[in-house]
């Protein structure tokens, strides 16, 4: 009976030191710097979009609508925590066998298997699940600013849950995951040029040109009903991209404190430069000019933040504040879309000419392939013809099934409202509540 006793006891005790060695390794596997940088960065990212970016566009559009731009941007980041967390995740970064050039599986549906003690790189696959979580909460919030003013609520939440999983999920996956085609082939998207401003972009312009202008535009001046709001907003969303840029390095090192210098290099020549436009043709710089041209810059150096230096930096920005002002013109000026925001001509071309130039300004001292900028085996031709294939790929693609989404749901709900309503605004035809009552 004693020699079981011992036998039973020396098993135990075996196993014991095994668990508790492969948790001891797990927690050696976490660093404390990392974590808490991806933890702060985390918390910029999410702080973007509130109030950062609610703020952005609750300035820009009219008093009549403010509230329900604040609440769209509320909603989305609700809803999109919780289908990320039920499948998004999952189906973003997991391996989806057969067809992993594609899209994920269904490993981490519900956060299965991410545990206090689980690791993604040297910080907690848990934090690393929720740093990705404020992406997917951004995107679709940044889509709402072309079809502002006269969405319908219920229409708005149907497609951007829809658009989450059709197209965000999987362009994700092809560009962020290890066996996405994007990500094999060796594009260089380090915090979301075709990920985020490509896809939330051209689904902006798409969603423009299908619900239609609003019945004011081009009839009168739809300014900004707070551009001190605006303003403030703006000074968040440059404070939070630091998370956004910097944290996707996922590590507190150089390669994170390069990304946030360019990133504030950009911004401030993409804030200088459309300012600077605006000077020479109209007499005068505007306050929407230069906070426009900040967001640009902004946008256009993401792709590229981690794979350029500071000279760089200046010139992309700098293109960005040239390029963006250009399309902006050309969208409501010459092509007279209603893009309400101007979410294409600023992240969709700003996420495209960043994409772009990252294959051209990619500096071997700081990249993240063996030790250089371009993808492994790459030159300047080669990166740049992956570049224009994952700008394509992500184009049409996001095109194609936004399309498709905003004709399903406008069979199933009607996507906007209808002329009294519109002239009656959305914070009252939708919420029943006024943002200001004087």
Same mark, same amino acid.
């Given at each position: 009976?004693?020699?079981?006793?011992?036998?039973?006891?020396?098993?135990?005790?075996?196993?014991?030191?095994?668990?508790?060695?492969?948790?001891?390794?797990?927690?050696?596997?976490?660093?404390?710097?990392?974590?808490?940088?991806?933890?702060?960065?985390?918390?910029?990212?999410?702080?973007?979009?509130?109030?950062?970016?609610?703020?952005?566009?609750?300035?820009?559009?009219?008093?009549?609508?403010?509230?329900?731009?604040?609440?769209?941007?509320?909603?989305?980041?609700?809803?999109?925590?919780?289908?990320?967390?039920?499948?998004?995740?999952?189906?973003?970064?997991?391996?989806?066998?057969?067809?992993?050039?594609?899209?994920?599986?269904?490993?981490?549906?519900?956060?299965?298997?991410?545990?206090?003690?689980?690791?993604?790189?040297?910080?907690?696959?848990?934090?690393? @699940?929720?740093?990705?979580?404020?992406?997917?909460?951004?995107?679709?919030?940044?889509?709402?600013?072309?079809?502002?003013?006269?969405?319908?609520?219920?229409?708005?939440?149907?497609?951007?849950?829809?658009?989450?999983?059709?197209?965000?999920?999987?362009?994700?996956?092809?560009?962020?995951?290890?066996?996405?085609?994007?990500?094999?082939?060796?594009?260089?998207?380090?915090?979301?040029?075709?990920?985020?401003?490509?896809?939330?972009?051209?689904?902006?312009?798409?969603?423009?040109?299908?619900?239609?202008?609003?019945?004011?535009?081009?009839?009168?001046?739809?300014?900004?009903?707070?551009?001190?709001?605006?303003?403030?907003?703006?000074?968040?969303?440059?404070?939070?991209?630091?998370?956004?840029?910097?944290?996707?390095?996922?590590?507190?090192?150089?390669?994170?404190?390069?990304?946030?210098?360019?990133?504030?290099?950009?911004?401030?020549?993409?804030?200088?430069?459309?300012?600077?436009?605006?000077?020479?043709?109209?007499?005068?710089?505007?306050?929407?000019?230069?906070?426009?041209?900040?967001?640009?810059?902004?946008?256009?150096?993401?792709?590229?933040?981690?794979?350029?230096?500071?000279?760089?930096?200046?010139?992309?920005?700098?293109?960005?504040?040239?390029?963006?002002?250009?399309?902006?013109?050309?969208?409501?000026?010459?092509?007279?879309?209603?893009?309400?925001?101007?979410?294409?001509?600023?992240?969709?071309?700003?996420?495209?000419?960043?994409?772009?130039? @990252?294959?051209?300004?990619?500096?071997?001292?700081?990249?993240?392939?063996?030790?250089?900028?371009?993808?492994?085996?790459?030159?300047?031709?080669?990166?740049?013809?992956?570049?224009?294939?994952?700008?394509?790929?992500?184009?049409?693609?996001?095109?194609?099934?936004?399309?498709?989404?905003?004709?399903?749901?406008?069979?199933?709900?009607?996507?906007?409202?209808?002329?009294?309503?519109?002239?009656?605004?959305?914070?009252?035809?939708?919420?029943?509540?006024?943002?200001?009552?004087?």
């Amino acid at each position: 009976m004693s020699k079981i006793y011992k036998l039973v006891s020396s098993s135990l005790l075996f196993f014991m030191l095994i668990l508790g060695s492969s948790n001891a390794i797990a927690a050696d596997a976490i660093n404390g710097a990392d974590t808490a940088w991806i933890m702060i960065s985390t918390a910029l990212v999410l702080f973007m979009t509130l109030p950062g970016l609610a703020l952005f566009y609750g300035g820009l559009v009219r008093t009549k609508n403010v509230l329900s731009i604040l609440m769209q941007c509320f909603a989305i980041t609700s809803i999109m925590s919780i289908l990320w967390l039920v499948a998004g995740y999952s189906l973003a970064f997991s391996d989806g066998g057969s067809m992993n050039a594609f899209i994920g599986g269904f490993d981490k549906v519900l956060f299965a298997g991410v545990m206090e003690d689980s690791v993604s790189g040297t910080i907690p696959e848990g934090l690393f @699940a929720l740093f990705q979580m404020t992406f997917a909460i951004i995107t679709p919030a940044l889509i709402v600013g072309a079809f502002a003013e006269r969405a319908r609520f219920s229409a708005m939440m149907l497609f951007s849950t829809i658009w989450l999983f059709v197209v965000y999920v999987p362009v994700t996956h092809w560009v962020w995951a290890e066996g996405g085609w994007l990500f094999e082939m060796g594009l260089l998207d380090f915090a979301g040029g075709t990920v985020v401003h490509i896809t939330a972009g051209v689904a902006a312009i798409v969603s423009a040109l299908v619900i239609g202008k609003r019945k004011d535009f081009g009839v009168h001046m739809l300014p900004p009903h707070n551009l001190t709001m605006t303003v403030v907003g703006a000074g968040m969303l440059w404070v939070g991209w630091f998370g956004f840029n910097g944290g996707s390095a996922l590590a507190a090192d150089g390669n994170a404190a390069m990304a946030m210098l360019v990133t504030h290099i950009s911004a401030s020549a993409g804030a200088g430069m459309w300012a600077a436009i605006e000077w020479v043709r109209h007499g005068k710089p505007s306050v929407l000019g230069i906070v426009t041209g900040m967001v640009a810059g902004l946008g256009t150096i993401t792709p590229a933040s981690g794979f350029v230096g500071p000279a760089g930096a200046l010139v992309i920005g700098l293109s960005a504040g040239v390029v963006c002002y250009t399309a902006t013109q050309l969208i409501k000026v010459k092509f007279k879309l209603d893009d309400s925001l101007d979410v294409f001509p600023v992240h969709g071309v700003g996420g495209i000419l960043g994409t772009f130039l @990252a294959g051209i300004f990619a500096s071997a001292q700081l990249g993240v392939f063996s030790g250089q900028g371009y993808a492994e085996g790459m030159n300047m031709l080669s990166q740049i013809q992956v570049q224009l294939i994952g700008i394509g790929a992500t184009f049409m693609y996001t095109a194609v099934m936004t399309y498709i989404i905003l004709k399903v749901v406008d069979k199933l709900v009607s996507l906007r409202v209808d002329h009294d309503e519109e002239t009656e605004g959305l914070d009252i035809v939708s919420h029943d509540e006024r943002g200001y009552d004087f």
